[in-house]
Each structure stands twice: as C-alpha cells, then as structure tokens.
C-alpha cells in the first residue's frame, strides 16, 4: 500500500525557515515524480516544487528560497524553505505519481498518491 506521510509544517515569523518531510512507504522512488503542493483558503491548489529521478524544479515564487532533496535510503522527500513569507502560508501536501524518465508533472491531478498535508504558517 502506497502512503505518504509529511511532517514538519509549524508556525514560524517571516523570514524564518523550515524544512517539510514526506516519508513514503510501498514504493520507491526511482521510477516515481514527487511534488510539493500547497492550497491557501479560497485559493487553487498550486505546485512548489518536484523530485524525479534527480530532476528538481521549482514554482517562480519560491526558486532561490526552496530546495527539495531526496533520500533514498529513507524513502524520503524533503522541502527545506528559507526567507518564508506570510504568502507562504498554506497547507502543504506531497504527492506521487508513476512516471517514465525525469518528469515532473505541474498539474496536480496528475498525481495518485496524496499525503493529509501539513499546515505552515508565517506571521507578519
């Protein structure tokens, strides 16, 4: 059974930092896309960021302040984010989809696999 556990969500000041973790199980991830969404209230889920098969990209809003890496060994997908801004809050959610190659696909109904999300919050 294919699950995704994120961790690391909390409430930090503007310009803080926090690092978001999604721990997968029944899969790995060398033949998988995993991405990074978030939704604010009354906003479209968007795309932060994705890990394929050492391909890594990045929403215009947060290139040069986010980074996802990946550890194999753990099984587990990770979201360093630096110099947070309150726009920043959301909910944050991973999720996996099979892919061929090094693809990450944008559009979030792509994916299969969904994490429960975890809240980041940032105060002003």
């Known amino acids: 059974e294919v699950q995704l556990v994120e961790s690391g969500g909390g409430l930090v000041q503007a310009g803080g930092s926090l690092r978001l973790s999604c721990a997968a199980s029944?899969?790995?991830?060398?033949?998988?896309?995993i991405s990074w969404f978030r939704q604010a209230p009354g906003k479209e889920r968007e795309g932060v960021s994705c890990f394929s098969d050492g391909r890594t990209d990045y929403a215009d809003s947060v290139k040069g302040r986010f980074a996802i890496s990946s550890d194999n060994a753990k099984n587990t997908v990770y979201l360093q984010m630096n110099s947070l801004k309150p726009e920043d809050t959301a909910v944050y959610y991973c999720?996996?989809?099979?892919?061929?190659?090094?693809?990450?696909?944008?559009?979030?109904?792509?994916?299969?696999?969904w994490g429960q999300g975890t809240q980041v919050t940032v105060s002003s």
């Open positions: 029944g899969f790995t991830f060398d033949d998988y896309a």
């Open positions: 999720a996996a989809v099979a892919v061929f190659g090094r693809v990450c696909p944008s559009n979030w109904r792509s994916y299969d696999y």
